[in-house]
């Protein structure tokens, strides 16, 4: 019952708070469909989350819009930057391979930060987001956006859960399970009390008192492998 209520908040523009494991990040991230992000979304997320506000993609997404991950750019520019080559990520913790692609601003942004701002990327990433989700939209892409931005986007794995079960792929599954563009803006929820991540069960009383649902990530990957059989 709770993926069902998920799916349908998602697709009301509400947001879905996502737990990846315990033996991962041990992360809860805010998790909204990102052609619904207004700048109050944006300031909830900053203010409840504290974390990166990103953008993740679906595989189908970042291929027709031409986005790379932004290590594959690292090693190509570090035939010219020896610093590129020196600070490879190759000793994550909780993982293989980092998500991250380029980061952006909207061409109609001021200086990208503001709430209003990030909102307008975000949005406008999400509305593009539904014609690459179909065709290539390179030159859509470039003539709406520009990078280095305030926005970082997210490519998820191609095989999504099969191969990666970070928040960048939880949150795009749920949105393809939720029949949305899967174009998703999401934002660890940190605590500044401890200085840490906020806790699971911090998190799941945050969902309660404010009527939302906090998912983990098998209940995700279950429920994902049950729709796409």
């Keep these: 019952m709770s993926i069902e209520r ?21 992360e809860v991230d805010l998790v909204i469909a990102a052609d619904a992000m207004t700048q109050e979304h944006v300031a909830r997320m ?20 031409g986005l790379p991950y932004m290590t594959d750019i690292y090693a190509l520019a570090s035939e010219r930057y020896d610093v590129l080559a020196v600070i490879e990520p190759n000793d994550l913790p909780y993982d293989e391979r980092s998500a991250f692609s380029i980061s952006v601003n909207h061409r109609r942004t001021r200086t990208g930060v503001t709430d209003i701002d990030r909102a307008l990327t975000i949005s406008e990433l999400g509305k593009l987001g539904g014609i690459a989700l179909k065709r290539r939209a390179v030159e859509e892409f470039g003539r709406n956006f520009r990078s280095p931005g305030h926005v970082p986007i997210l490519r998820a794995a191609d095989r999504l859960l099969n191969e990666r079960r970070g928040h960048t792929e939880l949150a795009v599954a749920l949105a393809e399970m939720a029949g949305i563009t899967p174009a998703v803006a999401i934002c660890e929820m940190l605590d500044a009390r401890t200085n840490r991540a906020l806790s699971l069960k911090a998190a799941t009383e945050y969902a309660e008192a404010r009527g939302l649902v906090c998912l983990g990530g098998d209940e995700i990957a279950r429920a994902y492998r049950e729709a796409v059989r």
Excluded: T, W
């Excluded at 953008?55 to 970042?62: G, N, Q």
């Design 6 to 26: 998920a799916l349908d908040d998602l697709r009301a523009g509400k947001f879905v708070l996502v737990h990846d494991a315990y033996n991962r990040e041990d």
């Design 46 to 65: 900053r203010l409840d989350g504290g974390g990166l506000i990103c953008v993740a993609l679906h595989p189908r997404i970042a291929d027709n819009l």
